[in-house]
């Protein structure tokens, strides 16, 4: 009964909380009305995420996460240096293929995401059969260094989100 | 209102407005597509999370309150960020190929290829993939 009503906690709960901080306060009528939309919405997009994968709400996303905006504040500033004192013609941009391990596509969206929001990296497209990833870098030094860290810095982390 | 905390929010809205410009100048000096990209996409994630913490900031400084708006903008910002990006690159990659002429490869040179088979954005275009069997079962359903 409860699965059939709730078949996606997560995004039940996300959009409850979602919800509350759109009101911008906790009253019973908004926890009521966030109750019946984080009910109905996943009911109905049920079809649309057949094969979810389980996530790990526990310490290995909290450290993604956290790792993952230290990572931003930091390239910020690398990116912003780059750009106002780097000439062109100095500039190692390069694309990067990163082979994944990761099999499901929420967890290669994830991924996906973060290369594209770590500022540097951009990542552009999938191969067909869903084993790499094709990255655009504004400066790397060594493709084959950088493709390790990706892959040791994050993919290694989502693998254990998404077991 | 106490001199340190307008003085910290001031900081605050510098530090974000520097990164935006820089982030649009990148837009500007930076030589071809995929490198441009890096600019606005990327220098603006910094700076708007520092705008939006002075927001929040300002709000419960000088009247109280705990503002969550915020908090949904740079949720949705972090979202919808790649995806934009992701399209761009796209789009780059699909001119690289049909009109080499009007659409400069950048320091990069073009796209490298994938052994046997070809990136997704191009699978797509010839009909091979999933979308094209999604599309079938959905006609299916609606004959029943």
Redesign the interface.
């Known amino acids: 009964m409860m699965r059939w009503l709730l078949p996606h906690p997560a995004l039940s709960a996300m959009l409850l909380v ?1 919800w ?3 009101a ?1 306060a906790v009253t019973v009528g908004g926890v009521v009305l966030g109750a019946v939309v984080g009910v109905v919405l996943p009911k109905f997009t049920e079809p649309f995420w057949p094969d979810r994968p389980r996530v790990r709400f526990g310490r290995a996303l909290a450290g993604y996460v956290c790792i993952v905006l230290y990572d ?2 930091v ?2 500033f690398q ?2 240096r780059l ?2 004192f780097r000439r ?1 013609r100095d ?5 990067l ?1 990163i082979p994944i391990a990761l099999t499901t596509p929420e967890a290669v969206t994830v991924l ?2 973060t290369i ?2 770590t ?2 990296t ?9 084993r ?1 990833l ?1 990255v ?3 400066d790397v030094a060594d493709p084959d260094a950088e493709v390790a860290r990706i892959k040791a810095r994050y993919e290694a982390r989502l693998l254990r989100v998404f077991a | 209102m106490n001199g340190m905390v307008d003085g910290m929010l001031a900081g605050l809205i510098l530090l974000g407005g520097a990164f935006v410009l820089i982030g649009s100048w990148g837009l500007v000096r930076l030589p071809t597509t995929m490198e441009r990209l890096h600019g606005p996409t990327k220098a603006t994630t910094l700076g708007l999370g520092s705008l939006l913490l002075a927001s929040v900031g300002y709000a419960l400084a000088r009247h109280g309150i705990w503002s969550a708006h915020e908090l949904l903008i740079a949720l949705f910002l972090f979202i919808t960020a790649p995806i934009s990006a992701n399209m761009i690159a796209k789009v780059h990659l699909h001119r690289a190929r049909t009109d080499p002429s009007h659409e400069p490869t950048g320091i990069a040179g073009p796209p490298p290829g994938i052994g046997e088979g070809d990136w997704a954005t191009f699978a797509g275009a010839r009909g091979e993939t999933e979308a094209g069997e999604v599309v079938s079962v959905v006609e299916e359903d609606d004959a029943r």
Request: aromatic share 2%; net charge neutral.
């Open positions: 979602v509350l901080l759109m911008n931003i504040v390239a910020n990116v912003a750009i106002l062109n500039l190692r941009s390069r694309w293929t996906a995401g594209s929001l500022p540097g951009v990542s552009a497209d999938i191969s067909a059969d869903g790499h094709l655009h870098a504004l």
